[in-house]
């Protein structure tokens, strides 16, 4: 099964070789066919501490690295 990849922001860099990315889908509403935006924060492993609050990056799948890594960055 293929990895899933998303596209987030770097809300957060202040663990050694995390960095936590808040990722936002757009969908419409089943009822009131309204655009909806939903976000949701991802905790990814970033191994060199390259990325900083406000980077633009990708993140994929990976196995657990912590209790609440299940993420690692890919790239900007």
């Not at 655009?35 to 905790?43: E, G, P, Q, V």
């Not at 609050?53 to 890919?74: F, N, T, Y």
């Amino acid at each position: 099964m293929p990895k899933r990849i998303l596209q987030g922001t770097v809300t957060s860099d202040a663990n050694d070789q995390t960095v936590t990315v808040s990722v936002e889908r757009r969908f419409t509403h089943p009822i009131l066919k309204k655009t909806i935006r939903k976000s949701k924060k991802y905790r990814a492993h970033d191994a060199e501490n390259a990325f900083k609050v406000g980077d633009s990056v990708r993140i994929q799948e990976c196995a657990p690295r912590s209790k609440s890594k299940r993420w690692e960055v890919v790239a900007n």
